[in-house]
Nanobody
Framework: VQLQASGGGLVQPGGSLRLSCAAS???????MAWYRQAPGKKRDLVAS???????NYADFVKGRFTISRDNDKNTVFLQMNSLKPEDTAVYYC?????????WGRGTQVTVSS
């Protein structure tokens, strides 16, 4: 399975972005997640959504970000609202199924005035 993240860009503090992660195959039985990595920092889990749509968020995005999935379109979304400068990072999409883990290329999100 290949994953392609898109939707990043430059946004002002308080703004919104919607990231998309399109899979080359079905994600029906795949647990999906978004991670992010800022320069010089480790990659952190942002949000996850299981194959049965159980959702978890990192504390630093609770109430601001929403993860969702559309299995018919093999796509996972991350709606990001009330963005802060500290949300600046490369955001990566991850899929896990049957013991395998898949990563897509990241998409840069920059929050700056």
């Amino acid at each position: 399975v290949q994953l392609q993240a898109s939707g990043g860009g430059l946004v002002q503090p308080g703004g919104s972005l919607r990231l998309s992660c399109a899979a080359s195959g079905t994600i029906f039985a795949t647990d999906m997640a978004w991670y992010r990595q800022a320069p010089g920092k480790k990659r952190d889990l942002v949000a996850s959504i299981s194959s049965v749509s159980q959702i978890n968020y990192a504390d630093f995005v609770k109430g601001r970000f929403t993860i969702s999935r559309d299995n018919d379109k093999n796509t996972v979304f991350l709606q990001m609202n009330s963005l802060k400068p500290e949300d600046t990072a490369v955001y990566y999409c991850n899929g896990r199924t049957m013991g395998s883990s898949y990563w897509g290329r990241g998409t840069q999100v920059t929050v700056s005035s």
